[in-house]
């Protein structure tokens, strides 16, 4: 039974530049939930994808942005990256209404340079 | 917006002393979670707590839901070197947005 998978694990950008991160939900899980951590913080919130829509939203900008394919799996795109984005990328997975437990992925590494 | 505030930031404790940390909300809470997160890995959830003064205990861990819903701790007794990395409570406000908002995290180190 296969988790919550990320690719790529690491990433070099150079400011200016468009990411693309990619997220396979847990075997059953219908819903994605995209965080961004800085280094020494909580995660931070970015959105959630349910039946292929963004259902909510956290406090990012309109560079990020999202989709969900009809197998539950996702993306994460962030364009015009700043030095500010350098992070790990969380995806969580979950099944049904957001107070489901999460299970996350192994995150992607992001380095804005 | 939604703050939840954790204390302390770290902790460090000698191998088989007590350590609890506490979350704290500045809205009333329908749900709260709690995750361990390991140094340089990802969250992982631990548990889940929906009503008023529920406690729950899994082995050495004892989370409790504050009466007034607003506040949470963890407690573990006796700690371990396996206990090590950053707990975060996360909250889900009463208030109809469903965003689950991570707490700032306590760091636990282990002196063995």
């Known amino acids: 039974d296969a988790g919550v998978t990320q690719s790529p694990t690491h990433l070099i950008k150079t400011r200016g530049q468009q990411v693309t991160l990619r997220c396979s939900p847990k075997?059953?899980?219908?819903?994605v939930s995209w965080y961004q951590q800085a280094l020494g913080q909580g995660p931070q919130f970015i959105f959630q994808y349910y039946e292929e829509e963004e259902r909510q939203r956290g406090n990012f900008p309109d560079r990020f942005s999202g989709h969900q394919f009809p197998n539950y799996s996702s993306e994460l795109n962030v364009n015009a990256l700043l030095l500010g984005d350098s992070a790990l990328y969380l995806c969580?997975?979950?099944?049904?209404?957001?107070?489901?437990?999460?299970?996350f992925g192994n995150g992607t590494r992001l380095t804005v340079t | 917006g939604q703050q939840v505030m954790q204390i302390p930031q770290y902790q460090h404790v000698q191998e088989g002393e007590d350590f609890t940390t506490y979350c704290n909300s500045s809205t009333t809470l329908s749900n709260i979670q709690w995750y361990k997160q390991r140094p340089g890995g990802h969250p992982v959830f631990l548990i889940q707590l929906v009503k008023s003064g529920e406690v729950k205990k899994q082995k050495r861990l004892t989370f409790q839901f504050g009466e007034a819903k607003k506040n949470s701790s963890l407690h573990i007794t006796a700690t371990q070197t396996t206990d090590v990395g950053t707990y975060f409570c996360?909250?889900?406000?009463?208030?109809?947005?469903?965003?689950?908002?991570f707490g700032t995290g306590t760091r636990l180190t282990i002196i063995p």
């Open positions: 969580a997975s979950s099944l049904g209404v957001l107070t489901q437990p999460l299970h």
């Open positions: 075997s059953g899980h219908d819903t």
């Open positions: 996360a909250v889900i406000s009463n208030f109809g947005n469903e965003k689950l908002t």
